[in-house]
């Protein structure tokens, strides 16, 4: 279809801005996006529609103009939901770089402008239109993969970068899966062909609109190099990014809107509005069975509940596992059950996700995460399984590790105490017990601290300290009576050897 044919619809109700003797350009496809510089996920002729998120100043309109320009796109489509109308300054920037640009009604969805562009294409003779077809049928993924498939002449598959096939046609070992995966996670540009350790070939490809974490995205796979017959299947490519995007962003509003009566059944829960009972229920609605085995998981991304909700929902679909996702106010948490055909079991849970979050942090160097994980437990107790992954989720981002998790066999450590205790007052204990000492030590250069921890560590045995330390066992004993003298307490007493411990575990 051309530009001229939206602008000429009165029911998208676009307004053309800049560019009107361009309007005779075709559209190749739809990218809706809100990056400032998109063009790693662009190849040109694409409409882009855009919220406008990125938006803060003329600077921001001029870069991201210029990244539109540059991939050549057909045009673009600002939408008015955020700013009530499209910035002036945008304007400018598009009418300088040539980008022809729209602005669409706040009463207009992107999706509108989607399924438009997209059902339009089925009138013209290319090879694509049968994916587009299928996809306004309401096939299912698999449905459009095995078109896609007969028309490329090769095999293809829709990946998570979690570590999963969601759809495919053909074998594709566990083995290049994991290798794949991590190239896509590293990848600065995409598409980007991969070679394997087995000398196979194959060409990664974005779907969506690069929005959502690049953990929590797709991408498509297709053996062989782009310059192998590219040129003739590259357009049904395209199309089959922009077809598996439209399906996951039906499956997406699915997922949202068969979660909201179990979130909120949670909340209710949690301040004691909801009974089990009633929370059961809802599990229930969410395709979720409360009689058997369940398991709480809790996420927290970097602080940021979006990224954290779609990386949860991303994990819990590749365990295969009836589970919900639902927002919280730290990140995401999903009940999961048994099911008839899964990959992990509720009891093989936390293997799987400790297996998955080594994959992303091996892969990721930018990503991090934490991840709580309840005990097995029933509907009757979901509460108490909630607020244990909530509980071990805390402790896990108080950990080094970049993608840490706990579960709820580590709450046995006395870190689990540590970790419910406010970090003023976790400050304040050490400081009473320590101050003394770390003072003693800055002004006389000496290592009363370290002799302590390290003689805490040996469990009060002379010889053993005295051996780590390097020092006569008389140097140690002298030592620790300074320790006793400054602070006033006695080693020889259990209990101070255990308030010393703790407050050397509570880091300054």
């Not at 350790?197 to 194959?202: F, L, M, N, V, W």
């Not at 179990?262 to 809802?282: I, N, P, Q």
């Amino acid at each position: 279809m051309l530009l001229g044919d939206l602008l000429d619809d009165p029911r998208l109700g676009l307004s053309l801005l800049t560019g009107r003797d361009r309007l005779d350009r075709p559209v190749r496809g739809v990218y809706i996006t809100d990056l400032i510089d998109p063009r790693r996920y662009l190849q040109g002729g694409e409409l882009v529609l855009s919220g406008l998120v990125w938006h803060r100043d003329a600077s921001d309109s001029e870069s991201f103009a210029a990244a539109l320009a540059e991939s050549g796109v057909a045009g673009l489509v600002a939408g008015t939901a955020r700013l009530g109308k499209t910035p002036p300054d945008l304007v400018d920037a598009c009418a300088r770089h040539g980008v022809l640009l729209f602005e669409v009604p706040v009463t207009v969805s992107f999706n509108t402008l989607f399924e438009r562009v997209l059902g339009a294409v089925r009138d013209e003779p290319a090879p694509r239109r049968d994916l587009v077809a299928d996809v306004a049928a309401g096939a299912d993924l698999t449905k459009v993969l095995a078109a896609a498939a007969a028309e490329l002449g090769t095999d293809c598959w829709v990946c998570s970068a979690v570590g999963s096939v969601v759809a495919g046609r053909g074998e594709l070992p566990v083995e290049v899966l994991r290798a794949l995966v991590r190239e896509f996670l590293r990848a600065e540009r995409l598409p980007r062909t991969v070679s394997t350790g087995a000398g196979e070939s194959y060409v990664l490809r974005p779907i969506g609109s690069g929005t959502e974490s690049r953990p929590a995205r797709w991408f498509l796979v297709l053996p062989g190099r782009p310059e192998e017959g590219e040129q003739e299947r590259g357009s049904v490519c395209d199309e089959l990014a922009t077809a598996v995007a439209l399906l996951r962003t039906r499956l997406e509003e699915g997922r949202r809107a068969a979660s909201r009566p179990f979130g909120a059944a949670v909340r209710g829960l949690l301040d004691g509005s909801v009974d089990s009972r009633e929370a059961a229920a809802r599990l229930r609605e969410a395709g979720v069975p409360p009689e058997g085995s369940l398991r709480v998981v809790s996420l927290d991304s970097c602080g940021a509940a979006a990224t954290s909700v779609e990386l949860m929902r991303e994990i819990a679909a590749a365990t295969g596992l009836p589970a919900v996702t639902v927002e919280t106010d730290a990140g995401a948490l999903a009940v999961f059950a048994a099911g008839e055909r899964s990959g992990a079991e509720p009891d093989e849970l936390a293997d799987w996700l400790r297996r998955t979050l080594t994959d992303l942090e091996c892969a990721a160097e930018w990503f991090s995460v934490s991840v709580g994980v309840s005990d097995l437990g029933h509907a009757g107790g979901l509460r108490g399984l909630v607020e244990e992954a909530d509980y071990t989720r805390r402790l896990a981002r108080r950990r080094v590790q970049r993608c840490g998790m706990v579960t709820a066999e580590d709450l046995v450590s006395h870190q689990v105490l540590l970790s419910a205790v406010p970090d003023e007052l976790r400050q304040s204990y050490r400081q009473r017990l320590l101050a003394g000492l770390l003072d003693y030590d800055r002004s006389h250069h000496s290592e009363l601290v370290h002799t302590l921890r390290t003689f805490l560590e040996c469990s009060g045995s002379w010889a053993r300290c005295a051996e780590r330390l390097h020092v006569h066992v008389n140097t140690l004993r002298y030592r620790i009576r300074r320790v006793e003298e400054i602070t006033g307490r006695d080693l020889g007493d259990f209990s101070t050897r255990v308030d010393f411990y703790l407050a050397l575990q509570t880091n300054t």
